[in-house]
């Protein structure tokens, strides 16, 4: 994975806020649910549908040289879900999307929002991509991405940021509001060592590519009396690289959904779909369909 030890000299970086404009930005709710606030989505602007998540062709734009879109980190979560920690089925771990992590950061009753969240009982570790937006009335608000992963095993929040504490109170934020969720205090440490972006737009990669490396090189592999460092010292992340292989992966499902619907038995397989190629529970259906 894009995602190796360090041995670049520091380079400067600069603050997110002066990443290249984008249309798309951040959307608070989250691609899907934003629509049922009145956004609309043009069929001819859907490019992929993977189990929960609709990418558009912007949300795949983004991925290739812009600042992420909160559904372009969704997908990779779906993607970390479906295809990496489904292998491992006595896993406790939750990716949160970024929708319920931007509910928790503006919300003053985080209990409130129990009913939409998971059952965290049994869960050891939760992973939440941190946006920096504070106005619910901004759909495209917000300015830089963090990742907070909170242990619920030892108690700790991990703050990871790309730009060392741009996100901090953010993260001090929703990690106090999680500890309301959980009904036990957390203790919250920003990792000084994450690696640091070089420019004001790679901040949702690093959240990917670090979300990735923590699940499957950290918890998901180690043995269950092992003592796991969260820290990322000696670590660099190629988030040029990291675009290419999310890149990949969207490409791959996507002709895969074609496939699948070139060997359907609908009627319509050979007509010119206006439904974008279809990876999940969808895509068995219209295989299925007649």
Known sequence: ????????????????QDRPSSRSGFHPFGGRVSKHFGETLSPDDAYLSYHDIRLTREDVTC??????????????????????LLQYPKAQIVLLRPSMAFMLLNTQDPLGLRSALPDFTRTTHIFLPI?????VSHAEGGSHWSLLLVSVLDGVAFHYDSLG?????????????????LGRSLRFINLDDTPRQD?????????CLLMQHLLISRLLTAH?????????????????GGRKEMLKIIEERRREGERRRSQSHSPYRHSKSRSPPRIGEESSRERSST
């Not at 994975?1 to 997110?16: E, F, V, Y």
């Not at 991925?63 to 990496?84: G, M, S, V």
């Not at 504490?165 to 969720?181: P, T």
């Open 224 to 240: 269950s009396k092992d003592k796991i460092s969260m820290s990322m010292r000696g670590k660099e992340v190629d988030a040029a």
């Open 131 to 135: 946006n920096d937006c504070r106005d």
């Open 63 to 84: 991925i290739k040289n812009d600042w992420l879109t909160d559904n372009a980190i969704a997908f990779w979560e779906e993607y970390l879900e479906r295809e990496k």
């Open 199 to 207: 420019n004001g737009m790679d901040c949702g990669v690093f959240v």
């Open 1 to 16: 994975m894009p995602l190796t030890k360090h041995t670049a000299s520091p380079s400067s970086h600069r603050n997110s």
């Open 165 to 181: 504490d741009a996100n901090i109170q953010e993260g001090k934020l929703v990690a106090h509001r999680f500890s309301v969720l």
